[in-house]
């Protein structure tokens, strides 16, 4: 890895094995961008990969260098109103009302390591060890206001990964306006593209969308105060022929929770630019003079093996250089959670009876969902004041918590802090800490409001109610809720002129609560949720290495849920339960293992009373606990892999230990065929040359054989329709919405380093 600056033609080339990125300086100061995507060997001069020449009908902004058109450049981070006719990475209003600028190179530094952003709570990746990364940051200014730009470039030693971001500073002694600040732009060369993104909506996230390119935007975001269900801050630009396995993609993923866009604009000479950062919808932000302003982190991931080899890229990304350092290491506890069980119907007696069952065969933490406050047996009320019900906690956090510590169960919490209901005294004392617009109604989602996180003495209240709960017990486990999106944006604390400002304050004041809160207990592990996936996205598992991953925990559904999760999240973050039948969500019956086979690929848990399982259902439970306990260094370490299973109605994913020698295979299948055609599922990542065993048949199998034959998803059960099928469907796993879960393991040969 290195980043070499050309001081000869004003080059810089970061790159790395897998990589290249290349920036040149024109002599007039701008930016121009020459490449980004497969290493390319280092050379003398990379001027030539981006020719300039006049072209018609444009303008130019430097007399006497007619080729230099702004609306054929392949730029770095593009202005609007200088001849470039895109809507522009940025935009600055000066006082006089001009929306000019012109950013030209001022100076740059090359550093080893990878600084944290200048809004330190601001999250982004990080790297302990110096060696792992290089920065660069090249500083542009604009002569005429002073207002200068720091471009952030880090890449990462060992994965093909560019982190940017940029950083405004007025160095003028004027007032502007800051109305667009996108964290990067890139300009591509060619349109062969397809869009990728990860869109649904409420219990149906992530599902995996391809477009084809089109002339004009195209663009994704949100508006809603919150990264959303309907988008997830994710796009990525593949070769149309680009499969799990094979072709090129570039991932853009943006560290951030609030709102946002990712654009794609394919102008007339083919040549697609994709922009991303905080949505410049009714943004802005005021610079005075001395004033500074950051923009979140867009982690870039190039690939020219595939879909999957992105996924695991940005896998190992987020496990080892974005989750906090405390909680990286240790993988969520099993749980129970009650909510499914018992919404707000619940005392102590039933939960330790929940508890108890569940200890025995292996759950590890109870998590107490909703309803453990006063006034909360409905949505009604109740949220804000979190006084504990002591009418279905006599004794409190504390005395459950004992009671659970003594079963050998620890305790997790659920809170919405950022939330408050209307019939609470919170509300009724502080009316003015509610988001609203002067004068206007104000709207309900689910019966509450959200508080202004950007008065710091809401945020100072919360956080003092929050330690008083936590200091009653040891909590070791969080769950952060927030059910609803902002409406009538405004804050009462800034002035007319920053209105604009507070979508990002906000999310800024989340941060700012979430990063003293883990400060104070860096052992507590974090859950985010926000009405299931509603907020799953890399700013939040900065703070909180678990997301709620949906609130579906039907498994037929889950499949395309976590399967779609995982193009850019690792599995270890996303929650995955099991639940009752009938699905509460979509009335589906799915059998225990099937609802198991599917949740074992995450952060696994329970939203069910294990108490009214017979004996051979509880063991069966312990067994898989027990199964998932074994897997869960995979699951943290492991490489994923979707696999190619030639039909919808089956999905197949697999987790393959860095050494190649443990593998898990998940198969699940939707709908049960007659006379089912052979299916023949090929695995992923393993070793030709090792001979794999079977751990449930104990039948050997060479990697080769396991890869470049595969296995049939179909036993001979299924070809037949006969009595002993019907009898034991449940036995025999036959019926819809099947699934098998199977472990290979390569048995240790001389010479064979497993
Ligand atoms: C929405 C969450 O997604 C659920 O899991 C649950 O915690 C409820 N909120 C509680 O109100």
């Given at each position: 890895m290195a980043i070499i600056f050309n001081a000869v033609t004003n080059e810089f080339h970061l790159f790395n094995d897998d990589i290249s990125y290349i920036i040149k300086i024109h002599p007039t100061g701008e930016l121009m961008h020459l490449y980004y995507g497969k290493h390319l060997d280092h050379r003398d001069s990379f001027s030539h990969l981006h020719p300039l020449y006049e072209k018609s009908y444009v303008c130019y902004?430097?007399?006497?260098?007619?080729?230099?058109?702004f609306d054929a450049l392949r730029r770095e981070y593009p202005d609007y109103g200088r001849s470039d006719y895109h809507e522009g990475a940025f935009s600055i209003t000066h006082e006089n009302g001009s929306i000019v600028t012109a950013f030209v190179y001022d100076s740059h530094t090359i550093y080893s390591g990878k600084p944290p952003l200048m809004e330190r709570i601001l999250p982004a990746t990080y790297v302990?060890?110096?060696?792992k990364a290089k920065t660069l940051v090249i500083k542009l200014i604009d002569n005429i206001s002073g207002i200068a730009l720091y471009l952030q470039y880090s890449i990462f030693s060992e994965i093909p990964v560019i982190t940017r971001s940029c950083y405004f500073f007025n160095e003028g002694k004027t007032t502007v306006n800051l109305t667009t600040a996108m964290s990067l732009s890139v300009d591509f060369e060619d349109k062969e593209f397809e869009l990728l993104q990860l869109s649904g909506a409420w219990a149906r996230e992530n599902q995996i969308i391809n477009t084809p390119l089109r002339y004009g935007y195209q663009s994704i975001g949100s508006t809603?105060?919150?990264?959303s269900h309907q988008c997830n801050p994710f796009i990525a630009l593949k070769r149309p022929t680009c499969t799990e396995r094979s072709g090129e993609i570039y991932g853009f993923s943006l560290v951030y929770s609030g709102n946002f866009k990712a654009e794609v604009f394919l102008n007339y000479l083919n040549q697609p630019r994709l922009t991303m950062g905080i949505n410049p919808h009714n943004f802005q932000w005021i610079l005075q003079p001395g004033a500074e302003f950051q923009t979140p982190e867009v982690v870039m991931v190039y690939s020219d093996t595939g879909i999957n080899t992105m996924s695991q890229t940005y896998h190992r990304l987020f496990n080892e250089?974005?989750?906090?350092k405390t909680m990286r290491d240790a993988m969520p506890p099993v749980v129970v959670n009650n909510w499914e069980t018992t919404y707000f119907d619940f005392n102590e007696e039933k939960l330790l009876e929940i508890a108890q069952t569940a200890v025995d065969v292996g759950v590890e933490t109870l998590v107490l969902d909703d309803g453990w406050f006063e006034n909360r047996d409905d949505e009604e009320s109740g949220l804000g004041d979190w006084n504990i019900d002591y009418a279905k906690l006599p004794n409190g956090l504390t005395g459950l918590a004992k009671k659970l510590d003594i079963m050998g169960m620890g305790l997790g919490l659920w809170i919405e802090p950022e939330s408050v209901s209307p019939k609470s005294t919170l509300f009724q004392e502080h009316p003015q800490w509610v988001i609203q617009s002067p004068g206007r109604k104000k709207s309900l989602g689910r019966n509450q409001y959200i508080l202004d996180f950007t008065q710091p003495q809401v945020i100072e209240y919360i956080f003092q109610k929050m330690v008083k709960i936590f200091d009653l017990a040891p909590i070791t486990y969080l769950k952060w809720d927030m059910n609803r999106n902002i409406t009538e944006p405004f804050s009462a604390s800034l002035a007319k002129n920053q209105q604009g400002e507070f979508m990002h304050r906000y999310i800024l004041g989340v941060y700012s609560l979430l990063n003293r809160l883990t400060q104070k207990y860096p052992k507590m592990m974090i859950e985010s949720c926000a009405g299931g996936?509603?907020?799953?996205?890399p700013g939040m598992l900065f703070y909180a290495p678990v997301a709620w991953a949906s609130d579906n925990t039907d498994a037929m559904a889950r499949v395309q849920i976590q399967k779609g999760t995982s193009i850019c999240y690792p599995l270890r973050s996303m929650g995955c339960h099991v639940s009752s039948v009938p699905n509460h969500q979509v009335g589906r019956y799915c059998r225990l293992q099937t609802r198991m086979d599917v949740a074992t690929f995450g952060a696994y848990g329970f939203q069910l009373?294990?108490?009214?399982?017979?004996k051979a259902k509880r063991q069966t439970i312990q067994e898989n606990i027990e199964r998932y306990k074994g897997m869960r260094d995979l699951l943290n370490t492991g490489n994923f892999y979707r696999v190619d299973t030639g039909c919808e109605n089956i999905t197949a994913w697999m987790l393959v230990s860095k050494n190649q020698a443990n593998v898990v295979l998940g198969v699940y299948e939707c709908l049960a065929l007659a006379n089912p055609p052979r299916q023949m599922i090929k695995l992923e990542g393993l070793r030709p040359d090792y001979t794999y065993m079977n751990m449930e048949t104990e039948t050997m199998h060479g990697g080769d054989e396991l890869m470049y034959r595969g296995i049939s998803f179909h036993d001979e059960s299924h070809y037949y329709h006969n009595e002993d099928m019907l009898k034991n469907i449940q036995q025999l796993g036959a019926g819809d919405f099947t699934s098998k879960v199977l472990f290979f393991k390569a048995v240790v040969e001389e010479n064979v380093p497993v």
């Open positions: 902004p430097n007399q006497g260098c007619r080729e230099l058109s302990d060890d110096a060696a809603r105060g919150a990264s250089h974005l989750m906090a996936g509603g907020r799953f996205d009373d294990i108490s009214t399982f017979d």
